[in-house]
C-alpha cells in the first residue's frame, strides 16, 4: 500500500503555506501553541531535576508557578489574537525571567560546592546544570517572539 498523489500533494500545500507564513512574519497562532507545548516539557522536566534535587531551596518552586500562566496564555494565543498580543508576552516574559534567575541560581550553587569554579571541571558536571535555566528563558522567548509576529490564516 503506498501514499496517493494526492495525500502528498496536499502536505506539500501545508508545508508551502507553513513556511510562507513563517518567511512573511505569520507565525503568531503556531508560535503560541508551541511555546504552550514547550512549557510543558521544559517544567516537566525541571520538576523532576528538582524533586531529586527534595525542592532544598524554596526558589526551586518557581519554575513551577511560573508555568501554568504561560500555558494558559499560550493556549489563548491560538485561539485569540488579544491572549496572544496582551497575555502571552506578559506571561512568556516572566517566564523568560526565571529561567535567568534560575541561571543565577545554578552558576551560585556550583560556587557554593567545595572547590567553586577553581574546580570547574568536576562542579559543573555534578552541580546543578549550568544551561539548564536557559531552556525556560528560550521558551519564554519564543513567546515573546509569538506576540510581535502578524497572526497566520
Keep these: 500500500m503506498g501514499i496517493s498523489s494526492g495525500a502528498v500533494s496536499e502536505v506539500e500545500q501545508v508545508v508551502d503555506r507553513a513556511l510562507w507564513d513563517v518567511a512573511h512574519g505569520r507565525f503568531e497562532r503556531s508560535l503560541s501553541g508551541l ?87 568536576y562542579n559543573v558536571p555534578m552541580g546543578p546544570p549550568i544551561a539548564a535555566p536557559g531552556l525556560m528563558s528560550i521558551v519564554g522567548a519564543m513567546g515573546l517572539l509569538a506576540a510581535v509576529l502578524r497572526r497566520e490564516g
Excluded: Q
Design 35 to 121: 511555546t504552550a507545548f514547550a512549557a510543558v516539557v521544559t517544567t516537566a522536566e525541571i520538576y523532576l531535576e528538582h524533586y531529586k534535587a527534595s525542592f532544598g531551596n524554596k526558589w526551586m518552586w518557581s519554575p513551577v508557578v511560573v508555568t501554568p500562566p504561560v500555558v494558559v496564555a499560550g493556549i489563548g494565543g491560538v485561539f485569540s489574537r488579544k491572549w496572544a498580543k496582551r497575555w502571552l508576552p506578559i506571561t512568556a516574559g516572566i517566564y523568560a525571567a526565571n529561567g535567568l534567575a534560575g541561571e543565577y541560581l545554578h552558576a551560585r550553587g556550583v560556587a557554593r560546592k567545595p572547590g567553586g569554579w577553581r574546580n570547574a571541571s
